[in-house]
């Protein structure tokens, strides 16, 4: 059980265009969904909190105009990178609260971010 | 300020070297301390979930145990497919949020 999944696992992109990341909660619903990034050798970075039919809240330091998120199911969120760049290289990395009150994560597999 | 500081940050192991991770916190309404296990390129994996100073939870060589400061995850005989980082998170009232630690990698050698 808990089950997340991301896509794609990986995506190569031109420097200004956008890319959208997909993560689905396969057996179960996830009123809240939590999106990271991760550059090498470093731990995560949470970006954003993601709630079903709400607004995100993004951390201090995102830009939430570069970085869309919507969350419009139970079972599906979305990042958007919009007018991508080099700089957004990296891997993202989607979770989800297992169950109401718990703090417990499930995490996706990860989406890999080349920006050329 | 809340924080999680894992050691050592890397270990190198021989197989069926017995060691243990550390975990140190300090948190205010701490709501859980979480172990994940992370292979390069790949998303955490859920490990175990402690609530309570004195709890312990055991999956195959691993065990983890919880006290009021710090955390050990203590790996028993490990073998070579134990090689990941092992990532600690405290989960906090104040923000809601998971704290993560920077890691441990372990690699253990044949």
């Known amino acids: 059980g808990a089950v997340v999944s991301q896509h794609p696992s990986w995506v190569i992109c031109k420097s200004g265009t956008s890319v959208k990341i997909e993560c689905r909660s396969l057996?179960?619903?996830?009123?809240?969904m939590f999106w990271y990034r991760q550059f090498p050798k470093q731990s995560l970075m949470l970006m954003a909190t993601?709630?079903?039919?709400?607004?995100?809240?993004?951390e201090q330091g995102v830009e939430k105009d570069k970085f869309l998120i919507n969350h419009a199911s139970l079972t599906l969120s979305t990042l958007t990178v919009t007018s991508a760049h080099p700089e957004d290289s990296s891997f993202y990395i989607c979770?989800?609260?297992?169950?109401?009150?718990?703090?417990?994560?499930?995490f996706g597999p990860g989406t890999r971010l080349t920006v050329t | 300020e809340d924080q999680v500081t894992q050691s050592p940050e890397a270990l190198r192991l021989q197989e069926g070297e017995s060691s243990s991770l550390n975990c140190s916190y300090t948190?205010?309404?701490?709501?859980?301390l979480f172990w994940y296990r992370q292979d390069p390129g790949k998303g955490p994996e859920f490990l175990f979930t402690?609530?309570?100073a004195g709890e312990e939870k055991e999956k195959e060589r691993l065990k983890a145990t919880l006290t009021k400061k710090e955390s050990f995850l203590h790996i028993t005989a490990p073998k070579p497919e134990d090689s990941a980082t092992y990532l600690c998170?405290?989960?906090?009232?104040?923000?809601?949020?998971?704290?993560f630690g920077q890691g441990t990698t372990l690699q253990v050698k044949p």
């Open positions: 979770s989800a609260l297992g169950t109401s009150g718990s703090y417990e994560q499930y």
């Open positions: 057996d179960f619903q996830a009123t809240t």
């Open positions: 993601s709630n079903e039919g709400s607004k995100a809240t993004y």
């Open positions: 948190v205010s309404g701490l709501r859980g």
């Open positions: 402690l609530y309570s």
């Open positions: 998170a405290c989960g906090s009232s104040n923000t809601g949020k998971l704290i």
